[in-house]
């Protein structure tokens, strides 16, 4: 079974910038729509960027032009770039691999733990 593991979360006050990790167990990661997703207390879990094989990406309109998300398919690993966070952004990031580049939370089937991003004003 594939297995996904985040890292880089962190405590940053708002405008600084994290690099989440997502390293999958399957060498064949570039066959696959990846993406991230973030759950803030007492809310739903949230599409925030996913991207296809083809490197076609989709974002939400909260971190378009903010957040950048990228794979190394060579290194099996996912990337989401952070910049000029906000406190809206604190949550936990969980990525997901799936089959539509969506934000949809049903077209993903395998997740990670997640790793906590917190941001202050």
């Known amino acids: 079974q594939v297995q996904l593991v985040e890292s880089g979360g962190g405590s940053v006050q708002a405008g600084g910038s994290l690099r989440l990790s997502c390293a999958v167990s399957?060498?064949?990661?570039?066959?696959?729509?990846m993406g991230w997703f973030r759950q803030a207390p007492g809310k739903e879990r949230e599409g925030v960027a996913t991207i296809n094989s083809d490197g076609i990406t989709n974002y939400a309109n909260s971190v378009k032009d903010r957040f950048t998300i990228s794979r190394d398919n060579a290194a099996n690993t996912m990337y989401l770039e952070m910049n000029s966070l906000k406190p809206e952004d604190t949550g936990m990031y969980y990525c997901a691999e799936g089959g539509f580049v969506s934000l949809r939370r049903v077209d993903f089937s395998n997740w990670g733990q997640g790793t906590q991003v917190t941001v202050s004003s």
């Open positions: 399957r060498a064949t990661v570039s066959n696959y729509c």
